[in-house]
């Protein structure tokens, strides 16, 4: 997964408790992404991003914020964290039409 | 509302034998089909792909084959390694959709034994 950074690779919060996943690229795709897996729920789309300063609400934006201020990079933030907000999540990039994504390694977050 | 199905959670194959994974969709406007495996620890990588405008695309041992009539999609490992154990998820988009947001179905393990 050369290419698509993600930190932290682990993460235990509290209820309430707030925190930012980061994500960067290095292979200038338009396209970036944030998904959760859940065990049974497959991987569902949060938010995603078609380039520099636009993101838009995926399947499951409840609960999460983002930001792309840069073509680099795309991050997710969690204002106020909820057990139902334990997962793993993943990044994507994309670039031409059609092409396949390219994933970070993912972040486990657990909250208590 | 699962778009994308993938109804078998759980498949054990015997090494040299031949892997069918299976995905359904719900969704007609779909028209480009994806598969990627997944490791434990890693993120996905992709495996293979098809359009609909073909109904089989084959890439070394991989073959994925797409029956559009019948909205299902598989994917043929032959033959069976035992590093092919692992998470697979079928994956679909299409041009309807914009930004191509995939829609992934719940994946399927596969456990190949020696």
């Known amino acids: 997964n050369a290419g698509v950074t993600q930190t932290p690779k682990f993460q235990v919060l509290k209820t309430g408790q707030s925190m930012t996943l980061q994500c960067a690229q290095d292979?200038?795709?338009?396209?970036m992404y944030w998904y959760r897996q859940d065990p049974g729920m497959g991987l569902r789309l949060i938010y995603y991003?078609?380039?520099?300063?636009?993101?838009d609400k995926g399947e499951v934006p409840n609960g999460y914020n983002v930001s792309r201020l840069n073509k680099r990079e795309f991050s997710l933030r969690l204002e106020s964290a909820a057990p139902s907000q334990t997962s793993v999540y993943f990044c994507f990039t994309q670039g031409r039409y059609h092409s396949p994504l390219h994933f970070g390694n993912g972040t486990r977050l657990t909250v208590t | 509302d699962q778009q994308v199905k993938q109804n078998s959670p759980s498949l054990s194959v015997q090494e040299g034998r031949i892997s069918i994974l299976n995905c359904d969709y719900t969704n007609s406007m779909f028209d480009y089909f994806l598969w990627y495996k997944k490791y434990p620890a890693e993120g996905p990588t992709f495996l293979i792909s098809i359009s609909s405008i073909k109904d089989k695309n084959e890439d070394g041992r991989f073959t994925v084959f797409l029956n559009k009539s019948a909205k299902h999609l598989s994917l043929h490992i032959v033959p069976s390694q035992p590093g092919d154990s692992a998470v697979y998820f079928c994956?679909?988009?299409?041009?309807?959709?914009?930004?191509?947001?995939?829609?992934f179905g719940t994946g399927t393990r596969l456990t190949i034994i020696p």
């Open positions: 991003s078609a380039s520099e300063g636009t993101t």
């Open positions: 292979m200038n795709h338009n396209s």
């Open positions: 994956a679909a988009t299409g041009v309807f959709f914009g930004n191509e947001k995939l829609t």
